[in-house]
């Protein structure tokens, strides 16, 4: 089982990572929550993604389009518009800078906690 | 592996989908259905990977959802339309009355300009079919009056204006819409 994971961090990155997905591969929402869990991040639930989803398109940085599906009802393929890319572009280069930061900051090395009295 | 669905987990679906669809009156008709169809395909697609039970929990509570929906499309500021509405029918009814009472007192005061002691009864009939005729008693200079209240078709109005003002605000959002995709709901 995987770890979870503090959900506002997750909500921070969400769009990041929506629109990552979506850029390598045109996908339905149900389509996308699969590929984050098979990422390992299992608690980004469907009630999620789907606002998100919603949220970007209304931003303009996806679009969407209907596809017939043989498993029932048509599916509402997402992908990233030119807009859609360059938020992914700054958003990543953002989020590698401020994850090399707070990856610096934790890795060094932490004093022992103080005893009482010391 | 994939589940076949009972009619029952049929009826779930179609229930959790009523419940979401219900709190999301405010988007426009399209986007509303848009939100329907997509729950719709995801929750049978989810239902035949893990079951019913699992993907209506995994979706989560409607009102919640519906919340987040209406968030993501309208953004967060707030949509003021119910104050929006009263400030419309407060405003609207200061003024027209204001306006209306002194074109009564207008007429009101031509007879006695034209009379000074005039006696008898006259009326004005206002706004036709919007307003009650406005009856003048004189007597000898002195008038009183009666009328001059909403008609029931008077009403009628004010009220649709209210609702169409406290949803004016959906005009600007589905402006919006347009602007960011035109292409949102064209099938492939």
Do not use: C
């Amino acid at each position: 089982m995987s770890p979870s994971h503090d959900p506002q961090l997750l909500k921070g990155v969400l769009s990041l990572l929506l629109l990552h997905l979506l850029a390598v591969q045109e996908s339905y929402g149900y389509e996308v929550v699969q590929r984050l869990h098979e990422l390992g991040l299992d608690d980004i639930l469907e009630g999620t993604v789907y606002p998100a989803l919603a949220r970007l398109e209304r931003e303009g940085r996806v679009r969407s389009r209907l596809v017939s599906s043989n498993a029932g009802p048509a599916r509402k393929y997402y992908r990233p518009t030119a807009e859609g890319y360059d938020t992914l572009s700054r958003g990543t280069s953002d989020w590698t800078a401020l994850a090399g930061i707070v990856s610096q900051v934790l890795s060094a090395p932490v004093p022992p906690e103080p005893t009482k009295g010391s | 592996m994939a589940t076949a669905l009972r009619w029952t987990d049929r009826l779930r679906i179609e229930r959790a989908v009523w419940a979401l669809d219900q709190r999301l009156y405010d988007l426009p008709r399209s986007s509303r259905i848009a939100k329907r169809r997509e729950v719709r395909e995801s929750l049978i697609s989810a239902s035949h990977d893990i079951g019913t039970a699992a993907a209506l929990q995994r979706l989560g509570n409607s009102r919640q959802l519906a919340a987040e929906y209406l968030s993501a499309e309208l953004g967060d500021e707030g949509r003021p339309h119910w104050f929006a509405a009263g400030v419309f029918l407060f405003t609207g009814q200061l003024v027209l009355t204001s306006l209306l009472t002194d074109a009564a007192a207008a007429f009101a005061a031509g007879i006695t300009t034209a009379t000074p002691d005039a006696t008898g009864t006259f009326e004005w009939a206002g706004i036709a079919y919007l307003q009650d005729t406005v009856r003048y008693t004189f007597v000898n200079g002195e008038a009183t009056w009666v009328g001059g209240a909403w008609t029931p078709l008077a009403w009628l109005l004010w009220l649709t204006a209210t609702v169409v003002v406290g949803r004016l605000w959906r005009v600007k959002h589905m402006l919006r819409l347009r602007r960011n995709d035109p292409a949102r709901l064209s099938a492939p």
